[in-house]
């Protein structure tokens, strides 16, 4: 395979993936106008996945695109590495799962800070203001106070709130 840079098979998949949720919200739409007719569904996938919603990730939460708040599970955040901004789409199966995937990452950069906690939550102060950051992150990386960590921030973005815990250098 020739080389394809990393951005670009990030890219197609993210567009691969917007166009599998526009089909089934558009198949959705379809089955509430016109009824449950199997012959409405057949050229499309329908695997009974539930209610697709895909909103942008606030740091903490993902603000769906129909304006309700929805918990992201603060180990996913983590382990994703979310940046304030990152495009999601969550699933809500039958049975009332939540099952998030990240879509859409916005630009990142990564900066260099101390860590720092106030009133019970964590911060990283780097480039002259402080940067929250999810609690799941500090445990799995054992960072403390004082330690000097690396973050991801949105690149375009300087009023952002949130960074993403990279590592504890």
């Known amino acids: 395979m020739p080389d394809v840079p990393e951005k670009q098979i990030k890219r197609l998949r993210a567009l691969i993936q917007e166009a599998e949720t526009g089909l089934a919200a558009a198949n959705e739409l379809l089955v509430s106008l016109l ?56 699933t809500i199966a039958d049975d009332g799962t939540f099952l998030y995937k990240q879509i859409g990452p916005v630009a990142r950069k990564q900066i260099v800070g101390g860590l720092k906690l106030e009133n019970g939550h964590y911060f990283v102060e780097a480039n002259g203001k402080n940067y929250r950051v999810l609690l799941a992150s500090v445990t799995y990386f054992k960072a403390k106070p004082g330690d000097q960590v690396s973050v991801n921030v949105p690149e375009e973005d300087e009023n952002a709130e949130w960074a993403a815990l990279e590592a504890a250098l």
């Open 35 to 90: 009824g449950d007719d199997e012959n409405l569904t057949a050229p499309v996938q329908a695997d009974n996945l539930g209610k697709v919603i895909e909103g942008v990730f606030d740091g903490q939460n993902m603000v769906g695109s129909d304006g309700k708040t929805y918990p992201v599970p603060a180990n996913y955040a983590s382990k994703s590495k979310l940046v304030q901004g990152d495009i999601l789409k969550l």
